[in-house]
Nanobody, 120 residues
């Protein structure tokens, strides 16, 4: 299972970006999908997640500004980021909990990361 993230870039404070992450490969089923971020010198933190039943969870710092969604037909998860702040600057990683064909358990897979930089 491979994850390909896209949509990062440089934006001014108050602007918006939309991240996408597509999973490919021998996928039988995907459970939870999510986004983490890691700023320089800081630990990786959960930004948002969405279950197969579309239940969502957000970090307090992004509630009301970010929206996570998924397209199960495309095995893709999205993160709409509005009202961006300089403190949102980080490398954003997507992750999925997936069961591959022939597998016996759900494993966690990670994308390569996409840089988001918010200028003040």
């Amino acid at each position: 299972v491979q994850l390909q993230a896209s949509g990062g870039g440089l934006v001014q404070a108050g602007g918006s970006l939309r991240l996408s992450c597509a999973a490919s490969g021998p996928i039988f089923s995907i459970n939870t999908m999510g986004w983490y971020r890691q700023a320089p010198g800081k630990q990786r933190e959960l930004v948002a997640s969405i279950t197969s039943g579309d239940s969502t969870n957000y970090a307090d710092s992004v509630k009301g500004r970010f929206t996570i969604s998924r397209d199960n037909a495309k095995n893709t998860v999205y993160l709409q980021m509005n009202s961006l702040k300089p403190e949102d600057t980080a490398v954003y990683y997507c992750t999925v909990e997936a069961l591959s064909f022939g597998g016996s358990w759900f494993d966690d897979y990670w994308g390569q990361g996409t840089q988001v930089t918010v200028s003040s």
